[in-house]
């Protein structure tokens, strides 16, 4: 009797906890969740470049691979000498691979984007960036400011390659302009329009 009593209570728990699991959508619950981390690309013992964040979440689904970067994410990258080139921050960031026919990756980052060439001395600051590791290239059709020893650019598009070695403005403009776009506003004073840097 005792036996019974205490079978027919496992299995009433049991599937309390099944209900709930099945209240879990596995696309927006993290398999994977890396605190501090570090990661470091080599090449015949060079360190070629490294990735550090705060927090990385990993989902996955049959279709897609996803790796999100709530609190930002920063990308550092040297040349073949071991100096440091250049360097990516962003407020967030997210890296995709598509697992539906020919494998895709992307990367993409948001918010206070500033990408810098320590090497020329040449700094770029916008809301978004997108990034193909494969091709070693960096895009954007955002708004842009470029900032080198020879003055400030500002506009709208912007493609590189990933070093910011050749960084090309697609839309600049120097004139009073009143902007809404990207679901963010802007406003550019050309008497003074080097001003702050946005809050994105």
Known sequence: MATALAVAFVVVSCSGKLKQ??????????????????AVQTKDGVVMQRIEAKIMERYESDTLSLDKFPLGLSVFSYTADGLLESTITARRAEHRISKKGKEQESW??????????????????????YWDRKSEQIWTDCYVKMFSRDGMMQGYGMRSDD????????????????TNRDTTVFVIDSANFIGPLPNF
């Open 163 to 178: 070093r910011a070695r050749n960084a090309i403005l697609l839309n600049p403009f120097d004139g009073f302009a009143y």
């Open 21 to 38: 699991a099945d209240k879990i959508n596995l696309e927006e619950t993290p398999v994977q969740v890396v605190s501090d981390m570090f």
């Open 108 to 129: 993409s980052a948001f918010g206070n984007v500033i990408i810098r060439n320590v090497i020329k001395e040449e700094t770029m600051q916008t809301d978004t960036i």
